[in-house]
């Protein structure tokens, strides 16, 4: 290399399923030409399932249209605007001002780094959950910030100890990065919660940015930060239809909050691209006009897989809240565990058992330690992966088991 990299970028490491991906690839070059079957992946919580046809259908009528390849708009169809503020409306009883309240994103992971980039100067702190997504650490870590954790524990319900934080040095921080329903361990939010976040923020000047896209997976209440007294002063949420709607790869997002923050996100935003492909858009606002009847259907299918993924967890010993939302199944594994057996002892529980499934079997999990210190003792199970595949990792589970 003819150039040092950004001293940014010595901070953070290649996106740990971006790696494990390529693992897996190697992987099942090797099993293939031995012919064995190719490894199980119930890593990644990408959906299987098909987006609303009616996506599906403006997506491609449009796209055959003159005149809709050109550049758009940086803040996107004022009707694909209306759409998410009628979204938050009907599901979470929230009003947003469609014009200045509402900013479309290429997938609400875009809106990580770009808040991160709109409000952090070198030095300044973000308090980031552990266990949490690792993207709110490494987009923190590439603007120069402090990384500040703040745990969350089981026994608490994986909910932030708000008498923790009031103890803890505030002096400094700027952002709080929340994600409910929780993501890893399936944790859900309550109105109360929200409220509480939102007055730790009003009161000590922090900026709240909760994370919102598992809301309606394995869950009947959808809720909302900024429908809490006083959340649109010192709060944005981050949303999309990647999870919800099973359109993880078409990257339709959005970030919500009052105009004075989403102005300074626009700042950063328009900078970075030139507005979303208009049958995108399109395809977004035909998916935003899905009733709770979509999502009834979704969760039927949601709730066989969590039943079998829990029996998983039965077969390997794993204790797991069988009520949990999202697209995950989070489970915790003891120091008795006879899969344990035969494994590297330097490295966490969570982890030495992930290894073993995946080099014994061709079974892949995600250890909980890349999520933060509080995951160590945990693995996670994808939901994005039909019924019989579930059955039939479980079969090479207990097969492992019983050598």
């Not at 949303?239 to 993880?248: E, I, Q």
Request: proline letters at 5%.
């Amino acid at each position: 290399m003819i150039i040092k990299p950004a001293h940014r970028t010595e901070s953070v490491q290649e996106y740990y399923f971006s790696r494990k991906l390529k693992e897996i690839d190697a992987m099942n070059a090797e099993r293939l030409a031995k012919g064995e079957q190719k490894v199980i992946n119930l890593g990644i919580g990408a959906p299987d399932g098909m987006p609303p046809m009616e996506a599906i259908q403006a997506l491609t009528e449009s796209a055959s249209q003159p005149g809709n390849h050109a550049y758009q708009s940086y803040i996107g169809l004022p009707a694909l605007r209306s759409a998410f503020a009628d979204w938050y409306k009907r599901f979470y009883h929230v009003d947003l001002n469609p014009a200045n309240e509402i900013q479309p994103l290429v997938g609400s992971k875009e809106g990580i780094l770009l808040i991160s980039l709109a409000f952090i100067d070198k030095g300044d702190k973000v308090l980031v959950p552990d266990p949490g997504y690792p993207t709110y650490t490494s987009a923190s870590k590439m603007v120069e910030a402090e990384i500040v954790t703040y745990d969350l524990k089981e026994e608490n319900h994986w909910w932030p100890d708000f008498d923790a934080l009031e103890k803890m040095d505030l002096t400094g921080v700027k952002i709080m990065w929340t994600n409910y329903p929780h993501m890893p361990t399936g944790a859900k939010a309550t109105t109360e919660l929200y409220q509480k976040l939102a007055d730790f923020g009003n009161r000590h000047g922090i900026l709240v940015v909760n994370d919102n896209p598992y809301s309606f997976i394995l869950n009947d209440n959808p809720n909302s930060i900024l429908a809490a007294d006083g959340a649109k002063n010192c709060c944005l949420e981050l949303n999309s239809l990647s999870k919800a709607h099973n359109m993880s790869g078409w990257r339709i997002g959005m970030v919500a909050g009052s105009s004075e923050l989403i102005s300074e996100v626009l700042k950063v935003k328009s900078q970075m691209d030139s507005g979303m492909f208009k049958p995108l858009q399109l395809a977004g606002i035909a998916a935003l006009s899905q009733g709770p009847e979509w999502f009834s259907k979704l969760n039927e299918e949601y709730k066989v897989r969590r039943v079998e993924a829990g029996k998983i967890f039965d077969t390997i010993g794993a204790t797991y809240d069988h009520d949990s939302s999202g697209l995950f199944l989070w489970g915790k594994v003891s120091e008795d565990n006879p899969l344990l057996e035969g494994t590297d002892s330097s490295k966490c529980l969570g982890e030495r058992i992930a290894d073993k499934k995946q080099k014994k079997k061709g079974v892949f999990i995600t250890p909980g330690v890349i999520f933060g210190k509080n995951g160590e003792n945990y693995i996670r199970v994808s939901l994005c992966a039909k019924p019989e595949i579930l059955i039939e990792s479980r079969k090479k589970i207990e097969e492992l088991l019983s050598k």
